[in-house]
């Protein structure tokens, strides 16, 4: 889980569609949205993976994390 603070360490760590992924993230927490989650449509339950701790969790901040 990372929240708005961390935000500079995630855009380093990121490559490719990973990029525009966090910016879409940026933009809905930076509007309102409590937590986004990141999922791999790989998978063949790509949301319920995600959901179930499989995926990226990102939140405005430790406390919207914690709701």
Do not use: H
Request: net charge positive; proline share 1%.
């Amino acid at each position: 889980m990372a929240t708005l603070e961390d935000w500079a360490n995630l855009e380093g760590y990121s490559q490719g569609n990973m990029k525009r992924k966090l910016l879409a993230a940026k933009e809905a927490l930076e509007g309102g949205v409590n937590s986004v989650f990141i999922g791999d449509s790989r998978q063949q339950n790509p949301l319920k993976t995600a959901f179930s701790g499989g995926g990226t969790r990102l939140c405005r901040s430790f406390t919207e994390a914690a709701v």
